[in-house]
């Protein structure tokens, strides 16, 4: 204003204040409403400035642990990476991202993003130990593949044994093995095993259709044509 003190140069001025205002007003709202653990109206409140102050990494942050809290981990995601290119060096939101990758049983991008945790800080504790843990889960899984592709069933099943041993935290790494093992069972002709495992795989995801086709083919093993 001091610059070029017009009607029109005053009027913006006071639109941008005013605004201001009102985005400040919008932040308190949304730090308050994540305090309350009301993350549904943070999100909504952080909505409103992010759509204004689009390149607020830190918003950006805050964001994402919301959506995790409710629950929508790929909307969490798409908050992360957006502040990892905001900010320099971003390598807890790297970390974040790995995380959510690796819960979600998508052990090939949670590698991928963890290494970029580590390219920023090589001595980063909580990417380190994750790199290891997600390193050696993805080489089991990548080898009991590998022996699947030969026919070496027995390798195979003894792998996927392993992997259930090495995550026994996140639940779906357990029931992709024993998806995985159920369809060994059946490839090695082993009826009766591999039913048990593919209706275990089945009772906790009743329309997997790799467990339904293996199980069908043990039926048909035990000459069960009914089932």
Not at 138 to 154: L, M
Not at 169 to 180: D, G, L, N, Q
Not at 183 to 209: D, G, M, R, Y
Request: glycine share 2%; charged share 35%; net charge negative.
């Amino acid at each position: 204003l001091k610059s070029s003190p017009s009607n029109n140069e005053e009027k913006e001025a006071q639109t941008q204040l005013t605004k201001s205002d009102e985005l400040q007003r919008l932040h308190s709202q949304a730090l308050s409403a994540y305090q309350q653990e009301d993350y549904k109206a943070a999100i909504s409140l952080l909505d409103e400035i992010l759509a204004v102050c689009v390149w607020d990494a830190e918003l950006r942050e805050l964001r994402a642990e919301c959506y995790i809290k409710e629950g929508e981990p790929s909307k969490a995601i798409s908050d992360l990476k957006a502040a990892a290119k905001l900010k320099n060096d971003n390598t807890e939101a790297f970390y974040k991202i790995s995380r959510i990758y690796y819960q979600l049983g998508d052990h090939e991008l949670s590698l991928s993003e963890v290494r970029e945790c580590l390219k920023l800080d090589q001595d980063h504790k909580q990417c380190f130990s994750l790199y290891k843990q997600v390193k050696k889960l993805n080489k089991q899984i990548e080898s009991a593949e590998e022996f699947i592709r030969e026919g070496r069933y027995e390798d195979a099943i003894s792998k996927y044994e392993s992997v259930m041993k090495t995550e026994p935290e996140v639940p779906i790494y357990s029931t992709r093995a024993k998806e995985r093992i159920c369809h060994c069972l059946s490839k090695n002709q082993q009826a009766t095993e591999a039913i048990k495992f593919c209706t275990e795989v089945l009772q906790l995801e009743p329309t997997n259709v790799n467990a339904l086709k293996d199980r069908a083919e043990a039926y048909l093993l035990e000459d069960m044509y009914e089932e």
